[in-house]
């Protein structure tokens, strides 16, 4: 059974750089036919999809954090990692990391393999 584990800060200043790590292990991040992703829900809100990257690499993230946001992997150490640059009070949430197949990336609900989140509070 695929396991995924969020590590990074708990707090963060704005205008920071937040980095996250997801470690991975029972399965390979170079498994095909998932999207690595990661996922994101502040306060009273819905799941908001920050981006993923594919078994191959390939990387996509949302439009609307793409100036901001990014999505690498280690293959060797089975973990892929969110940076979020300048971050506000705006992104404080838990995010999650996730694999989930193609079909499913963008749904509102936690299907596939999720991990347990990590509340990242961004205060001065």
């Known amino acids: 059974q695929v396991q995924l584990q969020e590590s990074g800060p708990g707090l963060v200043k704005p205008s920071q750089t937040l980095s996250l790590t997801c470690d991975v292990s029972?399965?390979?991040?170079?498994?095909?036919?998932?999207?690595w992703s990661w996922i994101r829900q502040a306060p009273g809100k819905g799941l908001e999809w920050i981006g993923y990257?594919?078994?191959?690499?390939?990387?996509d993230v949302s439009p609307s954090l793409r100036s901001r946001a990014s999505i690498s992997r280690e293959t060797y150490k089975n973990q892929f990692t969110l940076q979020l640059s300048s971050v506000t009070p705006e992104d404080t949430a838990v995010y999650y990391c996730?694999?989930?197949?193609?079909?499913?990336?963008?749904?509102?609900?936690?299907?596939?393999?999720w991990g347990q989140g990590i509340q990242v509070t961004v205060s001065s």
């Open positions: 029972g399965g390979l991040i170079t498994t095909k036919f998932y999207y």
């Open positions: 990257i594919s078994d191959n690499g390939r990387t």
């Open positions: 996730a694999r989930v197949q193609p079909h499913m990336y963008g749904s509102g609900l936690k299907d596939g393999n």
